[in-house]
């Protein structure tokens, strides 16, 4: 792929026998590199999760608050739920415009 192109640009050696070469090394890379991205993906996803705790941890409380008030049960979503999902849109959109394609 467009990937190993530099790699096999600069072997020494031509053809399928570079090609072969290069993308051994690369898959080596790969493996190698693997626990690291997988380490790092676990982290983010730690990191969104306790972003949206907090706001989540009062939707317990929102049928007893209406009950409480006898306010009527909403018919659209509140301004809450578009603040509460901020962190994994944000993460979204990162993941999204920062994927190599």
Avoid: C, H
Avoid at 46 to 53: H, S
């Amino acid at each position: 792929g467009s990937i190993a192109r530099p790699f096999v640009d600069r072997l020494p050696v031509s053809g399928e026998q570079a090609q072969e070469l290069a993308k051994a090394l690369l898959e080596d890379a790969a493996k190698t590199l693997q626990p690291t991205l997988q380490l790092l993906q676990d982290g983010m996803l730690k990191q969104v999760v306790a972003a949206m705790a907090t706001p989540f941890a009062a939707i317990r409380g929102i049928p007893a608050f209406y009950r409480m008030l006898n306010k009527p049960v909403p018919t659209k979503a509140s301004p809450y739920v578009e603040s509460s999902i901020r962190p994994l849109t944000a993460f979204r959109e990162v993941l999204v415009n920062s994927t190599i394609s």
